[in-house]
């Protein structure tokens, strides 16, 4: 880690350092320097690494939804939002950076130097405006080769996992982790004939209902509602929408 006392200032020789450890050459090292330079240090935060780690999310998300959509073309939006999300998670990014050694390279306040370890949000922030750095040195190729080379081993497994399809069962673990709560599902609207219902489930963990969703019967309904419940933790989109409807045929 580099602090502002370092007469270094992120030397021509460790940027070399780094290009070598990231397996790319910067054709524009001012880009690399600035996504290693954290809020904490940047004289404002407009010269940080945050406008990159904005980028790089979303640099990383596109690559890694076109991995998981060219590996997986029998799976729907639901399973393939979940995939996505092991991956790109900030657990997942700060890991990462983690096996790349990064840390040794982050320009930040004393303050941040002092602790034992890196947060994980920083570590997570300085993989992604890594990416978005080589991003617009090189273009997508580039950041794509880099992407791959470091979470293919990720992007993988989740394709491969029966495990990740079973929303019910990663709320589960996440809720009893986090939250130290098991979660249970609520029968909201039920709609339809017999021989063709429909069922709209919601999630509830502790004192909070999450997102309901439909569903051809009530274990399918649970799974969606259970996904939708993961995102909304993890701050993400949720994947099935509620609506009101009057022909069950409109279901998610």
């Known amino acids: 880690m580099t602090t502002e006392s370092d007469d270094s200032f992120l030397s021509e020789a460790l940027l070399t350092a780094c290009e070598q450890t990231l397996g790319y050459t910067f054709k524009q090292r001012s880009l690399l320097k600035t996504s290693l330079t954290h809020a904490s240090i940047a004289p404002t935060r407009l010269q940080s690494n945050e406008r990159m780690e904005f980028l790089g999310d979303a640099?990383?998300?596109?690559?890694?939804?076109d991995r998981l959509f060219a590996l997986n073309p029998n799976d729907e939006e639901g399973p393939l939002t979940q995939m996505k999300s092991e991956v790109v998670s900030r657990t997942a990014c700060a890991q990462a950076a983690i096996s790349l050694g990064?840390?040794?390279?982050?320009?930040?306040?004393?303050?941040?130097h002092l602790s034992p370890e890196l947060p994980h949000s920083v570590l997570a922030g300085i993989f992604e405006s890594?990416?978005?750095?080589?991003y617009l040195d090189g273009g997508f190729e580039a950041a794509f080769a880099f992407i791959n080379r470091n979470l293919e081993h990720l992007i993988s497994h989740a394709a491969e996992s029966e495990h990740i399809r079973n929303s019910k069962s990663l709320l589960q673990q996440y809720t009893q982790k986090e939250l130290s709560e098991t979660p249970t599902y609520r029968l909201v609207e039920e709609v339809g004939p017999d021989h063709n219902k429909s069922f709209l489930v919601a999630a509830v963990v502790g004192p909070t209902t999450f997102a309901p969703a439909w569903g051809a019967n009530k274990k399918e309904a649970e799974q969606k509602a259970a996904l939708n419940a993961l995102c909304q933790l993890q701050n993400d989109p949720i994947p099935y929408q509620h609506e009101n409807i009057a022909n069950p045929d409109s279901i998610n």
């Open 130 to 134: 890594v990416i978005a750095a080589i």
């Open 102 to 112: 990064l840390q040794q390279f982050v320009l930040m306040s004393k303050g941040l």
């Open 59 to 65: 640099i990383l998300g596109a690559i890694v939804c």
